[in-house]
């Protein structure tokens, strides 16, 4: 199997880490607990923090929901399929079931596993393939690989105006492996974010966020994508929090620090902070993502909400250091009271 870049195994490692932290954190909000002071700076009074953020955020963002599943059109199953070079299998027609299609040829490597889904339920198709893994064989480069990305999302009626770029990743073979292995690039893929007026969805390909991915590997054979493109409609216009208050829930302890790449002594960061002489926070960035910040599904089915949040970006100033923080604060002014009564 193919290993991402250091770049791209860090991110991983860090993000996943993040969504274990984010769930532990939301469930300590849901059950009214103070567990979540654990995933938070503990400065004393004599903190300053100050907001030096050059970037302005509208002055409310909408809450998108979620309509009821339907079946993906024609027009977009036969695209997905000829995309992925199925065409001789026949073409699913759509329905709200869902569709599968596995291929496994006899193999002793275990190369050339196909699979092809279609999952009305969370809106979401995906195709991989193993085939050409190893292989690193004119593997496109990175503005070949956009340039291609955003024509394969058009043969889904996805422009543009609909999409953000994310970083273009390479994949590479095991290192240190001199049998079958290349030990090289092997496959080059990139995150389309779904935009939602403007503003994408955090996170990135490693992740099912809404939007398109897509992997190109050896010859520019497409080797993956994943389509999640849940039908959504404007639910509720909702104030933006004020500075104040953000920095209130920072005060308050209710702010989740975001982890490093590849970091194994978070905790420990995290308690540090407290000695911080002034926190100054000179960045925020609004994302969207699905749910309600703060609280946990109660079952199986896809979040019936798709709400903003944000990433803050401060400098934790300690005297005769200094440290560059990330931190995960909610930022509509309505989930900022509601998430410090509990």
Known sequence: MPRRDRHKVEGMKAFAFFTVICATAFCCFAA?????ERFSPHFTT????LWQATNRLPGSFWIYKRLPTRP????????????????????????????????NPSNPMGMGLIFFLIQP???????????????????????????????????FGLGRAYL?????????????????????ICARGIYLSRKLDGIGF???????????????????????????????????NSPTASRAEIIHFIRAQRIIVIPNADEATYFQRVEGLANARTFTITQITPYY???????????????????????????????NSNATVRLLSPVLSSEVSRLLAK
């Open 32 to 36: 009214g607990t103070n567990s979540m």
């Open 46 to 49: 004599n903190t300053k923090i």
């Open 202 to 236: 955090f996170g990135d390909a490693n992740e099912r966020r809404e939007g398109f991915s897509i992997e190109f590997g050896s010859h520019g054979r497409i080797r993956s994508f994943e389509l999640v493109w849940p039908n959504l409609e404007r639910y509720q």
């Open 72 to 103: 993906f059109l024609a027009s977009v199953i036969s695209n997905a399929v000829i995309l992925a070079s199925l065409e001789a299998r026949g073409f699913p027609k759509p329905s709200t079931n869902e569709f599968f299609m596995a291929i």
């Open 289 to 319: 993502g699905e749910g309600v910040f703060g609280e946990t599904p109660t079952n199986d089915a896809p979040p019936e909400f798709i709400t903003p949040f944000a990433e803050l970006e401060a400098i934790a100033d300690f005297g």
């Open 121 to 155: 339920s969370t809106t979401t198709i995906t195709y991989c393939t193993t085939n050409q893994m190893l292989s690193t064989n004119d593997v496109p480069d990175d503005e070949t690989v956009r340039r291609r990305a955003f024509e394969c999302a058009a043969r």
């Open 164 to 184: 953000i770029p994310k970083d273009v990743y390479s994949a590479s073979n095991a290192p240190g492996r001199t049998d079958i292995f290349t030990n090289g």
